[in-house]
Structure formats: C-alpha cells, structure tokens
C-alpha cells in the first residue's frame, strides 16, 4: 500500500457523477513491491500478472471485462504456519464477464497456471464502472423517456443524472438472463451538491447492459418535481455558528502503533489489514500479546454483507432491497479520507489497488486511515473511603474506512481497546433516499398518502422509511481454532422460603450443537465462544462473549427480497469454517434467488461442538425517516463489542500506567 496522485479533476467528478457517490479515490498506477506476508492485497504488478495468464491460456479476449481480480487467500492451515521468512503461495480470485456470460476462476500467480475456471449460471456478478457509467447514457438518449421528461416541463437534459440501481429480486425466468439495471433520474437544475434533491418521481427505465438499451419504461404519471433543497456545503448555509477553539486529538511524541505493510501493532494488539473490492477492510491473525505469549482471537473479520430494503410498496420503490456489498462493493465504492474531517489529525492512511474494468491495476489513496484515540474515559478506577483513588486513562486504536454507496455514506470502525476488547462500529450518514411529492407540508389534503411509507422531511419530498443490516463474519479463534458456541440463558429462580426474596436470575450454559442461526429465546441471553481445550488460572474455559443490541428484519421470510437475504432474519448464525463461504447472501447476488448464503452454509447442520467456527453477527437499525435527516443526515452510530470472558486471569488494564510517558527527551 502507498501513497499516489490523484485523478485529474475532470476525470474523478466524470466518475463520481456516474456513480453519484462523493468523491472517490482513484490514483495513477506505480510499480509495486512484492508481497512480503500471505494476506497482503495483490500488487498492481500482480494484478497486471493475473490478466496477462488469463490472456495468454486464451481464457479471456478483447472484450473481456474484469469484475473483480483479488487476493486467493492461501489455506487457513498455511497462513497459520507461516513464519516472516518462509516462501507462500500467491493466487488471485478472478470473476470476468465475457460474451455475455460470467466467469469465476484462479490463477496461480507463481507458476503461471489456471487454476480453475467455470461459468457463474446463478446470479450475476457485480456491476462494473463502464456499466454504471454507461447505464445513464442509455437512458438519456432514449427517445421514450426523452418524451415522459418533456410531460414533467424538463427539456434540458444536460442537468439530469440518473442514479443506475440494482433491480433486486427478478421473477421471470427469461429477465433474469438479462443483466438489468433499473434507472432513476433526478433534475439539478438550481441543485449544486445535493443531486437528490430533485427527483423525477414515478418514472424509472429498466436498462438491459448487455443489449444496451431500454427495454421498459415505467410511468406512474407525473407528479411535480420538488423545488430546490436548501444545500448543505459550508458555503451554502445561511447562519454559522462560532466556530470552536480548537479540540484536537495529538501524538505529540509519536505514535504508539507502527504500521509495516499491512501489518500493525499497538499496545498488545497485533493484526494483519488490506482492502477487499467487496468487503473493505479485511482484518486477519488478531492476536493478543499476553506477557510476551501471542494469542489468537480471531483469524478475521470483515463485512460480509448489507441488505438495504425500503418499506414502499409502489412499482418504483419497491424493489429497492439493495445488497450493497455484492451488487457495488465497499471497496470499490471506498472514499478518500479527508485529513482532519474524516479522521483525526494523528491518523496514518493507508492505499489500496484494485482493478478497473479491463483488468488494469486502479490505485485508491487514502482509503483506511488508523489512528489513536482518547476520549477521555479512564479504562478503570476506584476511590476508597481512605480518599485514596486509583484511574488509569484510556487510549483506543480505530481503523476506518468509509464506502460512498450513492445517496448513503457508511463508516466502518474497528477499534482495539486496552482492556481486551474489538469494537465493530457502523455508522451511517449521507442523504435520505427521497420520493417527489405534491404535498409541501403536512397539513396539505394529499399529505396522508404522500407520507403513508416515511415522512416529509422538505417541501415536496419524503425520506422513505427503510431498514439497514451489515452482516460480519467473524472468524474467532479463541487461543487457537478448536471452539464451541455457549449460549448462557439468565433464567429466573424463585428463592427458598428461608430467603427474604421472592425472586433472583441464574446462569444456566448449553453448548449449540449444530450450524444455523443461534436461538437465545430473547434479549436474557448471552453468547460466547470458548475453547474447551484451554482455560485460565482458575479452570475456566478461555473465551469471548458478543455484546450487541439484536435487531432482524420485520419482513416475511417468504417475501422474495427477504428470500435473498435471509441472513437478517436472524442477527446470529454459526457455522463451521469454509474457506469458499465468505458472504452471508452468496457469493453472487446481483439478481439472485431466495435461499442463498447462510441457509446453505448450514443446511448439512454440521456440528459445532469442538470446531473451527464461524460467527455471523448482523448489525441491523431501522431508519424511520425524520426531518432532522435533511438536507444531510447526522452520522447515527450502531455496534458490537468482543469482550473478553475468562480469556485472562485478570483485569488486562490492569498494567496500564497511571499517566502518558513525558514528551521530549
């Protein structure tokens, strides 16, 4: 990962218009070193490598695009047994569309071969830049919808966008051969940096990107489209307030954590980081250093996926029930961090590369930053009625990145603390998805309707309720991967007649025997993972428990959009590891069926007593739209926590230091 220069302006606002995203972070190419650990992200070279094998075995021609080129991880077995020094395997994962057909192979990047290569007949692959970019141009040249804009009074269309969106569950047969997109326009005229203030309500194009063309119209009438929203950039808003004195975040005598690659260290914490086209960030071999013993936690974590369903049942919106990791990419769609804004002014950044449609190696600056934190808090302390008081501060280190997925800004956390714990913080900011209205308030005779599926948030628009769930896949290895899944059920007891009480709660503890979604039969549970063949001190089994706020869809499993993410049904699943399951939906979801991902990983119902296993933990939040979200929405926090559980002796901030070292010599 290195730094490079960014896009010329001209080509970097082209891109960010097509994929109605902020701005993005694409650099120019540069040489690359060689990978120096098994899970660093393919180099630019081998990325150029992985095309040219591919070219010269005559898998791929001329019109071949590329997907997605990325690491082929080597066997967990392997990456666990490798030491700094000893030779591993390179291979890269290649999905390719070509003659209208996709295809899934691995080229083994040492030797030169095709690993394997199959057609994809289920699904279809992720859409690439040319056909987002593309998608619009075939819509505003169509002479149809030309004629349904002019209905609307819009006749200049060099100050429309459109906004090309996955179609979500298809049901007929032959449309599901198709690669569609369904499309979207808004008009910004009077629009500066809000470009879905506007929107052209009740008329959407159904795109075919293999034929190139339109091939449905969808028309609901013409509904006014609302005036211009009030702008939300600095130099737009009316009244400021002071601004404040400065409170910043500083590491006046260096940072504490090093970064060597994709290796970081801070404190005891040690793990490997590289971006992932589709989950963004990957975090691999988390390990704790116990008095000079490295121990395992986990062997990785990253997002698997998001479904995104909106609650409008009308033919334009209903539909939408996005599944952004597998549909667009939290890597691909990866913003540039801003220096103080984005994060704080002691982060280091860190690049990625990925391909472009041809298979060409697409650098992207800035797009992890990792940085310390003091909020503040102490980790710990007590003040005894002798006066005497013990506080220990505590520092956190967070790595961030923020994908862009059109209207919605998701930022991504992992933090590390002292105490033992990794934080998974999902923080969503960005703009309500809005529908046109007639209503501008709602004291107007058409506002019941217009406000039946969100609210109204500005004259003539309303935010659409919708729900958001970002499914992790965490792959604990607790002190090594032999682990089992405890639920702890707090069961109510009534009290002995020789009590006082009438009532009190008790652990009772049963291991999950098999894989599918965990049951804890309400919110008077908790969920740990243990390694029955460890134990501290005092004989407990080593371990750590899930902190987390479950929340899962309200929607019917039969319903087809929830039938393609049945993951969020449940806010917990385990499984036994795979090394070819990564993605809680399936691997390719643009157009899938229901039932794929999870329900399959765990179908066999393997056991998971005594395995190498697998949590699925999902973050899920509804958004009941408000008027507070407009013109921008404030960031909204959600998270999960791992915390330790008998997995020490102690209290692991204990050794911390009453005070930061002195600066200076």
Same mark, same amino acid.
Request: proline share 8%.
């Given at each position: $990962?290195?730094?490079?220069? /960014? ?37 630019? *070279? ?65 030797? +030169? ?8 007949? *289920? ?10 970019? #593309? ?45 569609? &997109?369904?499309?979207?326009? &808004? *008009? ?38 609302? %005036? ?15 601004? $404040? ?24 914490? /040690? ?34 996926? &998001? ?18 990791? #597998?549909?667009?990419?939290? =890597? ?19 690049? +990625? ?22 909020? +503040?808090? %102490? ?47 999902? =923080? ?16 107007? %005779? ?33 002190? !090594?991967?032999?682990?089992?899944? $405890? ?28 894989? !599918? ?25 080593? !371990?750590?428990?899930? $902190?987390?706020?479950?929340?899962? /869809?309200?929607?019917?499993? *039969?319903?087809?959009?929830? =039938? ?32 794929? =991902? ?45 915390? %330790? ?21």
């Amino acid at each position: $990962m290195r730094t490079q220069r /960014s896009l010329p302006r001209a080509a970097a606002a082209l891109i960010a218009w097509a994929l109605v995203a902020a701005p993005l972070s694409w650099g120019h190419a540069a040489s690359a070193a060689p990978a120096v650990h098994p899970l660093d992200s393919l180099s630019p *070279d081998e990325i150029d490598r992985a095309t040219s094998i591919l070219k010269g075995a005559g898998r791929v021609g001329a019109d071949a695009k590329f997907v997605s080129i990325t690491l082929l991880e080597p066997p967990k077995a392997d990456v666990l047994a490798w030491k700094s020094g000893m030779p591993f395997e390179r291979s890269a994962a290649v999905v390719v569309l070509q003659n209208r057909k996709t295809f899934k192979g691995a080229v083994d990047l040492r030797s +030169g071969q095709v690993k394997s290569w199959t057609e994809v007949k *289920d699904g279809h692959a992720s859409f690439l830049l040319g056909e987002v970019m #593309g998608a619009t141009d075939i819509v505003l040249k169509d002479q149809a919808w030309q004629a349904a804009m002019r209905k609307r009074g819009v006749t200049d269309f060099s100050k429309v966008i459109c906004n090309p969106l996955s179609v979500g569950f298809v049901p007929d047969a032959k449309d599901r051969e198709r690669r569609l &997109m369904n499309v979207p326009c &808004m *008009d910004t005229h009077e629009t500066s940096n809000n470009l879905f203030a506007r929107p052209v309500e009740g008329l959407m194009a159904v795109v075919d990107l293999n034929e190139r063309k339109v091939i449905r119209l969808i028309d609901l009438g013409v509904t006014p489209i609302p %005036p211009p929203s009030p702008k939300y950039d600095y130099a737009s808003v009316e009244k400021f307030r002071a601004p $404040m004195k400065p409170v910043t975040m500083s590491s006046p005598a260096g940072d504490n954590f090093k970064v060597d690659g994709g290796q970081v260290t801070w404190d005891n914490w /040690s793990f490997h980081v590289r971006l992932d086209r589709r989950s963004g960030p990957i975090l691999s071999l988390i390990a704790w250093n116990d008095h000079g013993k490295p121990r395992s936690v986990a062997y990785q974590i990253a997002a698997s996926e &998001m479904f995104v369903p909106y609650m409008d049942p009308t033919p334009t919106w209903s539909f939408k029930s996005y599944l952004d990791a #597998g549909e667009y990419g939290l =890597g691909l769609l990866a913003s540039s961090l801003a220096p103080g804004r984005d994060c704080p002014a002691n982060a280091q950044y860190l690049d +990625g590369v990925l391909p472009d449609d041809l298979g060409k190696p697409l650098p992207m600056r800035r797009v992890i930053c990792i940085f310390e934190r003091n909020a +503040g808090d %102490p980790a710990w302390r007590h003040s005894e009625p002798t006066g005497d008081a013990e506080s220990r501060p505590e520092v956190d280190l967070v790595v961030r990145a923020i994908a862009v997925i059109g209207n919605y800004d998701y930022i991504l956390d992992y933090v590390f603390t002292q105490k033992g714990e990794i934080v998974v913080r999902v =923080g969503a900011t960005g703009i309500d998805a809005v529908k046109g209205v007639r209503s501008q308030n709602v004291k107007a %005779p058409t506002a019941p309707a217009d406000t039946a599926f969100g609210s109204l948030v500005g004259p003539g628009v309303v935010g659409v309720n919708h729900d958001h769930y970002v499914n992790f896949r965490l792959d604990l290895d607790v002190d !090594g991967p032999t682990n089992t899944l $405890m639920v702890d059920h707090l069961v109510l007891k009534e009290a002995p007649p020789s009590s006082t009480r009438r009532t009190y709660w008790q652990v009772e503890s049963e291991p999950l025997a098999t894989e !599918g979604p965990v049951e804890t039969h309400g919110h008077d549970a908790m969920v740990r993972i243990v390694n029955p063949t460890k134990t501290n001190a005092y004989g407990n089994n080593t !371990g750590y428990v899930l $902190m987390s706020h479950p929340v899962s /869809s309200l929607l019917s499993e *039969d319903d087809p959009i929830q =039938g393609r993410a049945l993951f969020a049904t449940k806010p917990l699943w385990v499984s036994r590891y795979a090394a070819d399951q990564l993605f809680a939906a399936g691997e390719f979801v643009n157009e899938s069926l229901p039932g794929e =991902g999870l329900p399959k990983y765990t179908g066999d119902k393997g056991s998971t007593v005594n395995a190498d296993l697998v949590l699925w933990y999902t973050v899920g939040f509804r958004h009941v739209t408000r008027a507070e979200d407009w013109p921008i929405m404030p960031t909204l926090w959600h998270e999960f926590r791992l915390r %330790p559980f008998n997995f020490f002796d102690r209290n692991p901030a204990l050794d911390l230091a009453p005070d930061f070292a002195k600066s200076g010599p």
